[in-house]
Structures are given as structure tokens and as C-alpha cells.
């Protein structure tokens, strides 16, 4: 069975920092590796998606890469603002319809 | 475009009592549909899946279960609710054209059992 660990769990910068999330995955044999972003209370936001055959993609400020050989996915916020402060899940698909998500990183960006 | 909604948005129901969750969504045709709770303190966990009406797939054995009367119509239900299926219940939906389409989530339904 997939299991997703994110580290760290929580995490708290000032405004402007460049930061890195870590994502890993026990089963390589994954689909993709999706990131999301989840507001207190909300639904998920979908950020970048990253097909098993690709190595990153980048979207904005945002920039998430893909090693399936490691388990590892990384999400990549540049110059982060207080609006990016949430929590990002990334979640690998296996099998046709299974997404297994971490238990996400609060992030908080601090003016 | 497409849109997907969940209500309520809140409820709470005593232990024991019967639980329905709706999720619908506009603007696509033969959509997979899923079902996740995310517990405190725990990541999400897909409950059911759907990929057209009637058909239905369990992830986890528990106390829930889930109907698709229509394309677009997926129903979260318990005859009986205990105290730890409170949570934060999202339903999705992806295009399913291709294995590994993005899910697009719902605002989501926040549960407690009392």
C-alpha cells in the first residue's frame, strides 16, 4: 500500500523567502504526484500536476519536480507572500482512481 | 465550465442517527466521482469511487456508503452514525478520460458526532 510523508509539518517564513516542501512515496509505481493547496475549512485546490513520465512542472511562482526512482517530489514557492499561507498536500496516484495524500505542511508566510 | 458542489456545508447528528452528504456536478458528462474524508489530525482517505451511475467502489471497510443515481448526482449515506466518522468529508471529480486526470474538489462537508 502507497503511504505519502510530508515534512516538515509545519513551517513558518517571512515574506519574500524562497521555500521547499518535501513530499515522499514508498511505491514508485505511481501514475502522477499531484500538489494541492488547502484553505482552513475549505476544499482542495489543485496546484501542478506531475505525469510519471515527466520531471517537473511549474506553474507561476510555483514549481514542483518529480523523482520516482527516490520517492520524492519537492513543491518549490518563490518569493512567498502572506496570500500563499495554507496547507499543501501532495498526493500520488496508484492504481486507476487512487490518490494517496500526506498529511500536508502548514505553511504560514509572515508579512 | 465545470463546477462541483457539496452540502450542507456543516452538520452535526448525534451517535445513532442516519447521515446523507450530496455532491453535484455541472458542466461535464460521465465524471468519476470520489469520495475522501479527512479526519483530524490525518490525511485524506478516499472512501468510494465512481465511474458511472450505479457502479461503486469501496476503499476502506467502515460504517458509510455511497449511491450514484445519476451522472452527475453521488450520495454519501450511514443508516447509523458513530462517533469516528466525524471529519472533513470532500467529494471530487475528474474527467476520466485518462488514467491519472486531475480531481477537482468540492468546498467540502465538516461532520461531528456527538
Known amino acids: 500500500k502507497q503511504e505519502v510523508t510530508q515534512i516538515p509539518a509545519a513551517l513558518s517564513v517571512p515574506e519574500g523567502e524562497n521555500l521547499v516542501l518535501n513530499c515522499s512515496f514508498t511505491?514508485?509505481?505511481?501514475?502522477?504526484l499531484q500538489w494541492f493547496r488547502q484553505d482552513p475549512g475549505k476544499g482542495l485546490t489543485s496546484l501542478l500536476l506531475?505525469?510519471?513520465?515527466?520531471r517537473e512542472q511549474t506553474s507561476g511562482r510555483l514549481n514542483a519536480s518529480l523523482d520516482k526512482s527516490s520517492g520524492r517530489s519537492t513543491l518549490y514557492i518563490a518569493a512567498s507572500q502572506p496570500g500563499d499561507s495554507a496547507t499543501y498536500l501532495c498526493?500520488?496516484?496508484?492504481?486507476?482512481?487512487?490518490?494517496?495524500f500526506g498529511t500536508g505542511t502548514r505553511l504560514t508566510v509572515i508579512p | 465550465s465545470q463546477t462541483i458542489h457539496q452540502w450542507p456545508a456543516t452538520l452535526v447528528q448525534p451517535v445513532g442517527s442516519p447521515l446523507s452528504l450530496e455532491c453535484t456536478v455541472e458542466?461535464?458528462?460521465?465524471?468519476?466521482l470520489y469520495w475522501y474524508r479527512q479526519a483530524a489530525g490525518r490525511g485524506l482517505q478516499l472512501l468510494f469511487y465512481?465511474?458511472?451511475?450505479?457502479?461503486i467502489s469501496s476503499e476502506v471497510p467502515q460504517n458509510l456508503s455511497a449511491s450514484r443515481p445519476q451522472d452527475r448526482q453521488f450520495i454519501l449515506s450511514s443508516k447509523k452514525l458513530l462517533l469516528s466518522d466525524s471529519g472533513f468529508y470532500l467529494c471530487?471529480?475528474?474527467?476520466?478520460?485518462?488514467?491519472?486526470?486531475?480531481?477537482?474538489f468540492g468546498p467540502g462537508t465538516r461532520l461531528t458526532v456527538l
Open positions: 471530487a471529480w475528474s474527467g476520466g478520460a485518462n488514467v491519472g486526470d486531475t480531481q477537482y
Open positions: 511505491d514508485s509505481a505511481i501514475y502522477n
Open positions: 506531475i505525469q510519471s513520465s515527466q
Open positions: 498526493a500520488g496516484l496508484s492504481g486507476a482512481n487512487n490518490l494517496f
Open positions: 458542466g461535464t458528462s460521465n465524471p468519476n
Open positions: 465512481s465511474v458511472g451511475i450505479g457502479q
